[in-house]
């Protein structure tokens, strides 16, 4: 029922959702005009902040900033590997193939290439309501490793989690058989606090390897940068703003909610 309700109830606090739940109150009593009025105000401050860019890049900046590369990676028995960062082989792809998060796999690849691990755990389970186009995410991830010369018989596949609760509670489990408690974490750079949070709650000792940077210094200098044309960019909303606000406060809410819970 938790994961039920943390796929359905978010969308419709994050800006678009929130948007179409005030006009449709706007429809419902568009005969008390002021209420609609509001309602409609409302909807359209929403929707200009969430496609904000300058909102968008903060919110992104906040939360992927937490964690920088380290200059140095120690080594460890096991690096986990969080799932997210797949595609299904569904007809007409071929093959597992990677999406905006794949980030994830050719840096796991790079870092067990350069002695930073000796086994891989990869996971991530596939919820099939919800993202059809993943099927399997660790045996999609093991995949696309072995075909970038990571032997099958250094991965260990947890395919059961649903969230990122589940993938620090059943990576413990399997991580408690081997006798290991110090890893290295790797997933998404707005994806990481949130990750860290419940893998330490676990008990873990967590050395994070954030990727899939969406916010660079440069890119960061580029849009405050003192311009009549950069601040009339910034201000002009589109969905790609909108769709970095909704992730980063995807994973401001998952932190709450998972304090609020507990492990």
């Given at each position: 029922?938790?994961?039920?309700?943390?796929?359905?109830?978010?969308?419709?606090?994050?800006?678009?959702?929130?948007?179409?739940?005030?006009?449709?109150?706007?429809?419902?009593?568009?005969?008390?005009?002021?209420?609609?009025?509001?309602?409609?105000?409302?909807?359209?401050?929403?929707?200009?902040?969430?496609?904000?860019?300058?909102?968008?890049?903060?919110?992104?900046?906040?939360?992927?900033?937490?964690?920088?590369?380290?200059?140095?990676?120690?080594?460890?028995?096991?690096?986990?590997?969080?799932?997210?960062?797949?595609?299904?082989?569904?007809?007409?792809?071929?093959?597992?193939?990677?999406?905006?998060?794949?980030?994830?796999?050719?840096?796991?690849?790079?870092?067990?290439?350069?002695?930073?691990?000796?086994?891989?755990?990869?996971?991530?389970?596939?919820?099939?309501?919800?993202?059809?186009?993943?099927?399997?995410?660790?045996?999609?991830?093991?995949?696309?490793?072995?075909?970038?010369?990571?032997?099958?018989?250094?991965?260990?596949?947890?395919?059961?989690?649903?969230?990122?609760?589940?993938n620090a509670q059943r990576s413990k489990q399997i991580l408690e058989k081997l006798g290991v408690r110090r890893i290295i974490l790797v997933t998404s750079a707005m994806h990481m606090p949130r990750s860290v949070h419940?893998?330490?709650?676990?008990?873990?000792?967590?050395?994070?390897?954030?990727?899939?940077?969406?916010?660079?210094?440069?890119?960061?200098?580029?849009?405050?940068?003192?311009?009549?044309?950069?601040?009339?960019?910034?201000?002009?909303?589109?969905?790609?703003?909108?769709?970095?606000?909704?992730?980063?406060?995807?994973e401001i809410i998952g932190t709450a909610v998972y304090e609020w819970v507990g492990d």
């Amino acid at each position: 029922m938790f994961v039920f309700l943390s796929k359905i109830l978010p969308p419709f606090i994050y800006p678009l959702g929130l948007a179409c739940i005030f006009l449709g109150l706007a429809w419902v009593f568009f005969h008390r005009a002021r209420f609609a009025r509001s309602a409609v105000l409302i909807s359209l401050l929403l929707l200009w902040l969430g496609g904000n860019r300058l909102v968008a890049f903060q919110l992104a900046r906040w939360l992927e900033w937490q964690y920088l590369p380290l200059d140095e990676i120690p080594p460890v028995e096991v690096m986990v590997v969080l799932g997210g960062g797949t595609l299904a082989a569904n007809p007409p792809r071929a093959m597992p193939e990677i999406n905006g998060a794949g980030d994830r796999i050719l840096y796991a690849a790079q870092l067990y290439r350069e002695g930073k691990a000796r086994k891989m755990l990869l996971s991530g389970g596939g919820i099939e309501w919800y993202t059809p186009s993943a099927a399997n995410p660790a045996a999609e991830m093991a995949y696309l490793l072995e075909m970038m010369g990571v032997p099958r018989e250094v991965l260990i596949l947890e395919d059961q989690s649903q969230n990122t609760l589940q993938n620090a509670q059943r990576s413990k489990q399997i991580l408690e058989k081997l006798g290991v408690r110090r890893i290295i974490l790797v997933t998404s750079a707005m994806h990481m606090p949130r990750s860290v949070h419940v893998f330490e709650k676990q008990g873990l000792e967590v050395i994070p390897a954030p990727t899939d940077y969406t916010v660079t210094q440069s890119g960061w200098q580029l849009i405050t940068a003192p311009k009549f044309t950069t601040w009339l960019l910034n201000l002009i909303p589109n969905a790609d703003n909108l769709s970095l606000t909704t992730r980063a406060l995807k994973e401001i809410i998952g932190t709450a909610v998972y304090e609020w819970v507990g492990d």
